[in-house]
């Protein structure tokens, strides 16, 4: 019996070399997000490939590659390879896959590559589902399924998406909020709009240029929202010490930049994104919104940690809104989710191919 059991555990460790661990990646504009089955978030890198011009080779991703942002010769570009949460290169995206994919599995080489799930934006045309796709497989991975990030976000906020009542997820990323309404497993309306992360950063960059006659990068702006970034007055104000190219001397100089200053700066597409959710609540069925106004409205995405958010939301709305505890990963902890049962979750997967069909 012993004996029979000793080879039960090695036959057991051989496969398990062969087969790769399945894997969910949330493949954000700003941030891609590995979850391996058994073990969690094993990663969280920027979406960014350092690429040599002159020899046309990958110098570094994620990390590293974002490091390099403005710090690079001539010859070598750092490359956002997702614009808008799709893919705008094709390649470097193959690329990147290939390096996060290889990482996640401790760049352990195995017979069959894994089955994957990757969220992408809401609102996606099949030839840009079959762009993913095909960068995932060529990149290693066997299987492929497609699940939209307002679904995937509210499985991982474990709202109940397979009952018949309505559950309403705003999904605030680096390119494109994803506003959904979800009831029986499937989107019953949805609105995708490129008001995110990216657009309030170009906003501080413009505003600061304007009022104040500095030229800032996108880095700087990135770090000015998270640390000041407030949509409502605050009891006791934020500033935060910014440095750039002055405009008319060319010289270095900083500023001191409040809270008060980044609310004007992104007071205009503040109101679009509220203007947008209002948008999807009034193409909802009545007996949707009625369950969304008795269940609440839930943020998912690095915007959800913007200062008061939630609360202008809930006011405009007249509709309570909550932020999850771990908001930044709600779509790739909802892609493990879907891993973990693909039968159970079979109607919230993007099926326009017979390749997305999961099997067990």
Known sequence: MNRVRGWTDTIKDKLSNLVSDDIGIDLGTANT????????????????????????QVVAVGADAKNMLGRTPAHVVAIQPLVDGVISDFEV??????????????????????????????????????????AAKNAGAREVFIVEEPMAAAIGIRLPVSEPSGSMVIDIGGGTTDIGIISLGGLVSAKNVRIAGD???????????????????????????IATASVLDLETPL??????RDLVTGLPREVIITDADIREAIAASVDQLVDAVKEVLETAPPEVVSDVMRRGIYLAGGGALIRGLSQLLGEHMGVPVYVPDDPLTAVVQGTGMILEDLSKYHEALITQSHEFSPTE
Do not use: C, H, W
């Open 239 to 244: 500033e935060s010490t910014i440095r750039g």
């Open 33 to 56: 997000l590995v979850y391996v089955n058994g073990q969690g978030i094993v990663l969280n890198e920027p979406s960014m490939v350092a690429l040599n011009q002159k020899t046309g």
């Open 93 to 134: 995206t193959e690329e990147m896959l290939g390096y996060l994919i290889r990482k996640a599995q401790d760049g352990k080489t195995r017979f069959l590559g894994p089955r994957v799930v990757i969220g992408v934006p809401s609102g996606i045309t099949s030839v840009q589902v079959r762009a993913v796709q095909d």
């Open 199 to 225: 657009k309030l950063n170009e906003d501080i960059i413009n505003y600061i240029r304007g009022e104040f006659k500095i030229l800032i990068g996108k880095k700087s702006a990135e770090e000015l929202k």
